[in-house]
């Protein structure tokens, strides 16, 4: 019994000056040796191992979005150079600046939502609000949610390069 403490003690002591002489900076990623001979010493590592480093890709590595036309069910976008339009089933908006994704095909953009239906204002000026287009694509394929303070997000809306868009008639609530 006094043998398995010991152990521990031992074990523990040898991680911790495995840790403070390695030549990998804190936040640099693990290389497959790192990573196999953790897999190895789990039972032991698991207390004092923190979560994995998500490396992503440096800040501006952007890659922009194919222009044209992307369609689905209930959504469209349209992608030009100088930014977007987006059409949603009793929903309209842009994003003004030009659209890229991280090198995950990532994005995160911020524009302008108009609701359409329900009551209209009498001086008829549009509820445009601002709004967060938020997906992910392959170059092909996207996945687009829209999000606007205070409300439920609208999506995920799959989208496809060059594809007609299927939006129907919004009601009038």
């Known amino acids: 019994m006094k043998r398995l403490p010991r152990l ?8 911790a000056l495995e840790a403070a002489c390695s ?15 953790a897999s190895a010493s789990a039972p032991t590592a698991g207390l004092s191992r923190r979560p994995v480093t998500r490396v992503i890709g440096a800040r501006g590595s952007i890659i922009s979005l194919p222009a044209g036309v992307w369609g689905g069910d209930q959504a469209e976008l349209v992608v030009t150079p100088a930014g977007a339009s987006v059409r949603l089933f009793c929903a309209h908006g842009n994003v003004t600046d030009s659209l890229g994704s991280d090198e995950t095909g990532r994005f995160d ?12 204002p009498i001086d008829d000026t549009p509820s445009r609000v601002p709004a967060r287009y938020i997906g992910w694509t392959d170059g092909r394929t996207m996945i687009l949610s829209v999000s606007v303070e205070g409300l439920p997000p609208l999506g995920p809306f799959r989208l496809t390069l060059g594809k007609p868009s299927r939006l129907g008639r919004c009601p009038i609530l």
């Open 8 to 15: 521990l003690v031992v074990t523990s002591l040898a991680l």
């Open 23 to 37: 030549d990998r900076s804190p936040t640099a990623p693990r290389s497959v040796s790192e990573k196999a001979q």
């Open 109 to 120: 953009l911020i524009g302008t939502l108009v609701r359409e239906g329900g009551p209209t």
